[in-house]
């Protein structure tokens, strides 16, 4: 099978890559660009742990293809902190102890970020909607709750 050349913008940085057609991007970031902070848990869509950024909405990156991605910026975990230090969302995540095991914390926060993007002043019920696509086996979602009620507050001052 013919391998696709594609490009697009990772945390805001341009990639290249040569990919199957059928090649989810998923296993693009993981295993092609070496980026690990995507995680691959049920690969069916149903756990949320594989969510990024592309082009401003999270989507379940075990359910788009890579070239899907071409010509778009996509944003995972490694790009939410800067020079400057960590993101509002990850800061909230570490003081309201938003993560338990840590293995769905990457989509958590790269979810909370496009969440709040969205919904900047969110309630609670907005907030357990919002995130209910990602799933915490470790049942930590209070504590994920809080984090993104601290972060969109943090978010709000800045």
């Not at 090649?23 to 693009?28: A, D, I």
Request: aromatic content about 4%.
């Amino acid at each position: 099978m013919a391998k696709h050349h594609i490009s697009f913008n990772l945390n805001g940085k341009p990639v290249e890559a040569l990919v199957e057609p059928r090649e989810l991007l998923v296993h693009t970031i993981r295993e092609n660009i070496q980026l690990t902070g995507t995680h691959i848990g049920c690969e069916t869509s149903h756990c949320g742990v594989c969510t990024v950024d592309l082009n401003g909405k999270s989507v379940k990156s075990c359910t788009v293809l890579a070239v899907q991605a071409d010509g778009g910026d996509v944003l995972t975990v490694e790009g939410l902190a800067t020079a400057e230090g960590l993101h509002a969302v990850q800061q909230a995540f570490v003081e309201e102890h938003g993560l338990q095991c840590g293995f769905c914390t990457p989509a958590m926060l790269v979810r909370a970020y496009r969440f709040l993007q969205d919904n900047p002043d969110p309630s609670e019920d907005e907030i357990r909607w919002g995130m209910s696509g990602n799933l915490c086996r470790c049942t930590g979602y209070q504590n994920i709750i809080k984090a993104v009620q601290s972060a969109a507050k943090k978010l709000q001052q800045a």
